[in-house]
């Protein structure tokens, strides 16, 4: 049986999520969807304000899900698989899991993709983080959890695009890219008819890898946020890339905030790799390879990490792994 896509709707602090899920809710497409809400603070407001529209909804209130209440969030995912099971409830067609401001979304993709009854029921199908496009820099500037939102990224929804300028969209749009180079970007505003479209369709659409240009190894830190693109002259050997991998994450799990590519493994279409700090989801293979991209292609975001280290390191491997390794494109938060 298909496993059941959840979908991990995070951002700061009055950024727009629950305004955007409200919304979405509202359109036919996501009509057959569980939505569990959490907020801090024992009365919350959102799960009042979604429940007019999605009868499902359910609140994990009084602390965090990526910290405190993640025992709560498994306890309501699995009571949902339990009523669909025994057939009180319809099956959903996707779970919404809309964070608190403050929360680390990865701590929440771990638990499902590592449960031992939910990894065999449910797949986190992306992370979709909103960003104020009015406050969205000063987010990214003071508060530490906004940058980590934005890294672990698949899509990032950039709201309140009516009261924004030009210049303050245009301005996060390249600090966006400066984080998180490989996320999706959309945009919404307050009058926005549609916007269910973030979540519906193929999550290997949203999780695109940006084919970039110039390599400027000079310019990275270690200690800031960065990004290094890589890409391989030919094919890899999967096991050898496996191993590097393992290795790279054992020693770096934590600094490395999110890994993401499509890999020529020289079948007919890629292999995609998708990675949050420590954990690998298990490679997908695909069918077609998007417009543009024919060749392995991988990102890393990290943080204290020297990107070229990460160069190096499979350079040194490049025997073993069949391939040599360029940079396309290094990227330090600004
Ligand atoms: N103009 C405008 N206002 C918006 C938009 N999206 C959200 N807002 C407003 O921004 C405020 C915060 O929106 P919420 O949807 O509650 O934000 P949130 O991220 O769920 O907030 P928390 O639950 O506190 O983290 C509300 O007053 C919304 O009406 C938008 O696209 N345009």
Redesign the pocket.
């Known amino acids: 049986m298909p496993k059941i896509p959840v979908i991990i709707l995070s951002?700061f602090?009055?950024?727009?999520?629950?305004?955007?899920l409200t919304k979405a809710l509202k359109q036919n497409e996501l009509q057959n969807s569980a939505i569990i809400v959490n907020?801090f603070g024992k009365i919350g407001l959102?799960h009042h304000l979604l429940s007019r529209v999605e009868e499902r909804t359910l609140l994990l209130g009084g602390g965090c899900v990526c910290c405190s209440t993640r025992e709560d969030l498994v306890a309501a995912i699995l009571a949902l698989l339990n009523d669909m099971q025994s057939g009180v409830q319809q099956k959903v067609d996707r779970v919404i899991v809309e964070t608190?401001?403050l929360a680390d979304p990865s701590p929440i993709w771990f638990t499902i993709l590592r449960h031992p009854v939910l990894q065999h029921h449910f797949d986190v199908d992306r992370i979709l983080v909103?960003l104020d496009a009015v406050n969205g820099m000063f987010h990214l500037d003071q508060h530490e959890e906004s940058i980590k939102q934005t890294a672990v990224a698949d899509q990032i929804i950039i709201?309140?695009?009516?009261?924004a300028s030009g210049e303050q969209i245009e301005q996060l749009l390249e600090r966006i890219a400066s984080i998180n180079p490989a996320a999706s970007i959309g945009t919404?505003?307050?009058d926005d008819p549609d916007g269910s479209r973030f979540f519906v369709g193929d999550a290997q659409a949203v999780r695109t890898v940006q084919a970039v240009d110039s390599a400027d190894l000079a310019k990275a830190h270690a200690g800031d946020t960065c990004s290094i693109s890589i890409r391989f002259d030919r094919p890899l050997d999967w096991h050898a890339f496996g191993l590097w991998l393992s290795m790279l994450l054992h020693a770096r799990g934590t600094a490395i905030l999110r890994v993401k590519g499509l890999l020529d493994l020289g079948g007919e279409g890629p292999v995609s790799l998708n990675g949050v700090q420590h954990i690998i989801h298990p490679p997908e293979h695909l069918d077609h390879w998007p417009e543009g991209i024919r060749a392995s292609n991988i990102v890393f975001i990290m943080k204290q990490v020297e990107p070229q280290q990460i160069l190096d390191s499979l350079l040194a491997f490049q025997h073993v792994l069949g391939a040599v390794p360029y940079a396309l494109e290094v990227k330090t938060a600004i």
């Open positions: 951002g602090l009055g950024s727009g999520k629950t305004s955007l907020e959102d608190t401001g909103t709201t309140k695009t009516d009261i919404t505003h307050a």
